[in-house]
Structures are given as C-alpha cells and as structure tokens.
C-alpha cells in the first residue's frame, strides 16, 4: 500500500502558469520534504515542515512556495514556472523525535513536472 | 554542514559483492547514517540505517568504523535489478533541525 503518495505522476505546465503539486501520507510521520531532482542529479531540498514550522532552503527560489495545511498533506506551488523548473519533484516523510532521532525517510513515487 | 563524499560510479558483476564506502568527516554525535537506493524514475527508497559498528538486514550490511567519520555499505551477491544510484546521508543540524541532504550518489551498474 502506498504509504507517500503523489499528485499527480506528471504534470504539464505552460511557461509562466501557476502550478500546484500535492503530496499526502498516511504515516502521520511529523515531517514533510520537498526535492527538486533534475535528469542524472541527486535530489535537492527545496524545504521542509517539521510538525508546521517551515523551514526554507537558503538557495529555494521565491517562486516556490509550500503549503502544509495538515499532518498528512503537503502542496508544492510553482508560482510562475520557468523552462529551468521542469524535473522531477519528489515529496518525503520521517519521524523526528526529541534530540533528533529521525526514522528513515518514506518518498514518493515522484511528480515529473513539464513547463512548454 | 555534515557533508557525504562517495565514488561518482561503481561497476561490478552479477554474483559479487560491492562494497561502496562514504566519508562524513562533519557526522554530529546524534547523527544516524542512513542509504538509499534509487532507481530512474522513482523515489529513494531506504536501504539500511545505522549509529555505529555493524548493521544487517535482509537486502545489505552497514559497517560504521568506531570514529564514525566513513560508512560502508556492502550489497551481497548483486544481480542486475540491483542497477541503481546509491546515496548515504547524514543528518543536518544547520537549519536547527534535522534535514535530509543528499549528496551526489554512486551510480552502480551491475554487468552480466
């Protein structure tokens, strides 16, 4: 059953439209990542909710925002995509406890974003 | 910033085991070393975690040195669905919390 689930497995935007990703876990996992993953790249961290407090990555674009409305949803808004956005996007969850123990991290399978 | 170094590739043949090793000279004390495989077109997926010494279960072993500052992750008796990217990860105290960063990978092709 899948655990991290993405929506939807492909996306198609036109250049400077306004895009949303979703992302939704039935773990009730405290933590939520978003990653940027371009062709033969390692995946890139955009930003991350621990339990609602957001936590931005320095080099994140403006154009990326997030949205955790609950524990178990997570949305990626693009607010005017360029041709550079387009990549895979790649939603995770963990469990962080006290002192930083974290479990392993649950990804789903993936949000292929296209800008034409 | 607990930063990973790993060979950029590795090659091997179905049968023997690979052994891919990762440096985090920065590892904090509350850190865990976890790996994740990846193949194209999906998600990460979690290999095996691990604090210190030795760590095995049903896919692979990990062998943390006592200094923790380098892992290695070894893949018994690989076949070619074991074809993928590896990433060893560290946790990140820099934000104040833990983040997930992972570093360039190896990509491991496994040959007939």
């Known amino acids: 059953d899948a655990m991290v689930i993405q929506n939807p497995r492909y996306q198609v935007t036109q250049f400077g439209k306004p895009v949303t990703l979703s992302c939704s876990q039935t773990l009730n996992h405290n933590v939520m990542y978003w990653y940027q993953q371009k062709s033969s790249q390692a995946p890139k961290l955009l930003f991350h909710?621990?339990?609602?407090?957001?936590?931005n990555e320095a080099d994140t674009p403006d154009n990326f925002q997030s949205r955790r409305p609950n524990t178990s949803f997570c949305f990626l808004d693009i607010r005017s995509p360029g041709l550079g956005d387009a990549a895979m996007y790649l939603c995770?969850?963990?469990?962080?406890?006290?002192?930083?123990?974290?479990?392993?991290?649950?990804f789903g399978q993936g949000t292929r974003l296209t800008v034409v | 910033l607990a930063k990973t170094t790993q060979p950029i590739s590795m090659d091997s043949y179905e049968g023997q085991e690979v052994n891919i090793t990762c440096s985090h000279n920065?590892?904090?004390?509350?850190?865990?070393i976890t790996w994740y495989q990846q193949f194209p077109s999906q998600g990460p997926r979690f290999i095996i975690q691990?604090?210190?010494t030795k760590v095995t279960n049903e896919v692979a072993s990990l062998f943390i040195p006592a200094d923790r500052k380098s892992s290695t992750l070894s893949l018994p008796r690989v076949s070619l669905s074991d074809t993928a990217v590896y990433y060893c990860l560290v946790g990140d105290f820099s934000g104040g919390y833990n983040k997930l960063i992972f570093g360039a990978g190896t990509r491991l092709a496994v040959h007939p």
């Open positions: 920065n590892i904090a004390t509350n850190d865990y």
């Open positions: 691990g604090y210190k």
């Open positions: 909710y621990y339990d609602k407090d957001f936590n």
């Open positions: 995770a969850t963990s469990r962080e406890g006290t002192g930083g123990k974290r479990t392993e991290a649950f």
